[in-house]
């Protein structure tokens, strides 16, 4: 970055923090326990103590944050928003909405209602201090300027698959060379139209759904795809024993080892969930430096948990994710501190919350290839932050932010959030949309799709 502006009255700050204790995640800044942070043209300018001798710059607008904690903007790496539509429901099913009957599937959402519920699973992210989501499923052409226009960064893309997913919930797997031939020329498309869309806050990843609905073939085309974009590559990896078994049985080695076979795994690959995977499996996975989308609230509630500390022992990069029906990254880092200490039977320092704090902002920014611009606050990066309101009765006393942001903190408690230099959230309170006319219209959108998925049955 160029060296920064004398900030004078002509030429003012865009914005500037300052009295807020700031959790950088940056490894040489560390904690500020009173902090200053100017912002300009998007990118963080200064950040450091608030020295009392040492005026404010100039600003277009300074916020004085004192009894406010400020983090680096979350990187939620897997999510589906328009899955919202079987919220409270799904949790209870105990396998995903795709492969079960009775409920709306993806290739019954109309683009109005994927949009409408695509808006409302960015909205509930933005205002839990996500500033960046990886998200996929159906209608991306549509629903990626749709988030997008909340101000938060939106990577994503259609579902990647040639298995025919009308069928699958009744237990037809059928792979069909044209599904995957469009499906994957979608995304393509989409790259072409929208990647660095909107300042840059747009973007594409390759979705290639999983190992049992993509074929060996469009697998291989994925990973050659990919090379000739230069995208990053995500999809789900073991997350049911019977995807494992399926693709045993139809390509004679497990999911993990399909994806090395085609080239996929490495770090340019984001696996999630890989909740059954052998000793073999994880030291493959570690090997490559596969980023790993770690999803310990939405996988315990059906009972199961992935390998997080031997996985991470054996190299692979771990990032959050909320995956389906909420959005709080402030639960799932929670959630993954906790479900270590499960694993490890104890607490002792390799789980502590400043670890999982990390996976929820750089370990995400370095799963999706971004953390040179993204994941702490460092002077050059963008100003990507959240500011959390620790005024409240469950973050006082403040001894350990880490400690209270972790353990008892809520997504609820955030105040403000600025994605790009822009001030996207505030006082609780989205910026850019209506949150009225949202919920209605994602209610909307679900009923109907409901309605027409039960009369299915």
């Known amino acids: 970055m160029e060296t920064p502006p004398l900030f004078n009255a002509t030429y003012p700050a865009d914005l500037v ?25 998007g990118r963080l300018v200064e950040i450091g103590p608030d020295d009392p001798a040492k005026p404010l710059p100039p600003a277009r607008r300074t916020l004085d944050m004192q009894g406010r904690v400020v983090t680096p903007g979350f ?6 928003t328009i899955l919202s539509m079987v919220r409270g429901v799904a949790e209870d099913m105990g396998f995903a909405p795709a492969y079960t009957p ?11 209602e994927a949009v409408a519920l695509a808006r409302l699973g960015a909205a509930e992210a933005l205002l839990f201090g996500s500033t960046l989501i990886n998200d996929s499923y159906v209608h991306a052409n549509q629903t990626l300027p749709a988030m997008g226009e909340l101000g938060m960064r939106v990577i994503t893309c259609g579902r990647i698959h040639d298995v025919d997913f009308s069928r699958v919930h009744e237990g037809i797997w059928e792979h069909r060379a044209e599904i995957g031939e469009t499906t994957l020329a979608d995304a393509v498309a989409l790259h072409d139209r929208w990647q660095g869309g909107m300042d840059g806050r747009l973007g594409v990843e ?12 469009l697998l291989t085309k994925v990973a050659k795809t990919s090379e000739a974009l230069g995208v990053q590559v995500n999809g789900h990896l073991s997350q049911s024993l019977k995807e494992n078994r399926r693709v045993q049985e139809r390509d ?3 999911p993990t080892e399909l994806l090395d076979d085609v080239g996929l795994l490495g770090s340019r690959f984001t696996a999630a969930h890989c909740m059954y995977v052998s000793d073999s499996d994880i030291a493959r996975i570690g090997a490559t430096a ?15 948990i992935a390998p997080t500390t031997r996985l991470r022992q054996a190299g692979a990069n771990l990032a959050l994710a909320t995956d389906n029906m909420h959005a709080d990254m402030v639960e799932v880092m929670r959630w993954a501190l906790i479900m270590g200490r499960v694993q490890e039977g104890e ?13 929820a902002t750089l370990g995400g920014a370095k799963a999706l290839g971004l953390d040179a611009e993204l994941g702490s606050l460092t002077p050059g990066k963008r100003a990507d932050l959240v500011v959390f309101d620790f005024r409240r009765p469950h973050l006082v006393p403040l001894i350990n932010a880490m400690g209270n942001l972790v353990h008892t903190a809520q997504g609820r408690d955030v105040e403000y959030v600025v994605c790009n230099g822009e001030v996207v959230v505030e006082g609780g309170e989205l910026s850019r949309a209506n949150t009225s006319v949202l919920l209605s219209d994602a209610q909307g959108a679900a009923e109907a799709l409901w309605q027409r998925a039960r009369a299915q049955v």
Not at 290 to 302: D, L
Not at 347 to 359: A, C, D, S
């Open 75 to 80: 990187v939620n790496v897997h999510t589906h």
């Open 17 to 41: 923090i300052h009295g807020a204790r700031v959790i950088t995640v940056d490894p040489v800044l560390g904690e500020i326990e009173r902090g200053r942070i100017v912002i300009h043209a």
């Open 252 to 254: 004679g080695m497990s």
């Open 102 to 112: 009775g409920v709306p599937h993806g290739h019954e959402v109309s683009e109005e």
């Open 206 to 217: 390759l979705a290639a759904h999983a190992p049992d609905t993509c074929s060996k073939e």
């Open 347 to 359: 607490v002792n320092e390799t789980w502590q919350p400043h670890h999982v704090i990390e996976m």
């Open 290 to 304: 596969t980023n790993i989308a770690h999803v310990p609230r939405g996988n315990a509630t059906g009972g199961r």
